[in-house]
Nanobody, 128 residues
Framework: QLQLVESGGGSVQPGGSLRLSCTAS????????VGWFRQAPGKEREGVSC????????DYADSVKGRFTISRNTAKNTFYLQMNSLKPEDTAVYYC?????????????????????WGQGTRVTVSS
């Protein structure tokens, strides 16, 4: 069974850091790119970052550029989102999703129907 499981969410003060993990099972991450999305209360889900299946390409939303870093460990079939300098507006439920060709040298696509598999989400709260 194909599955994505996120972990690493929690509560942190502004300026703090968190690392989210997304572990895939039932498929090999080499064939899929992974994107991170977030959904804040009362807002639509938005794309945050993506990484290609090869790991060669990454993309970031302007709101997180320079603060968030996406990476992967193919041996562990796991993707990461390192989040630094967190702000209250980063508060949201964060989801990872996998899809083919969702992150290329032209940037990332965050159209939800381009993604085949979704995790259940992990909550991040940034508050003093």
């Amino acid at each position: 069974q194909l599955q994505l499981v996120e972990s690493g969410g929690g509560s942190v003060q502004p300026g703090g850091s968190l690392r989210l993990s997304c572990t895939a099972s039932g498929f090999t991450v080499d064939y899929y790119g992974v994107g991170w999305f977030r959904q804040a209360p009362g807002k639509e889900r938005e794309g945050v970052s993506c990484i290609s299946g090869s790991g060669s390409f990454t993309d970031y939303a302007d709101s997180v550029k320079g603060r968030f870093t996406i990476s992967r460990n193919t041996a562990k079939n796991t993707f990461y989102l390192q989040m630094n300098s967190l702000k209250p507006e980063d508060t949201a439920v964060y989801y990872c999703a996998a899809g083919a060709f969702i992150c290329t040298d032209s940037g990332g696509t965050y159209y939800r129907y381009d993604y085949d598999y979704w995790g259940q989400g992990t909550r991040v709260t940034v508050s003093s």
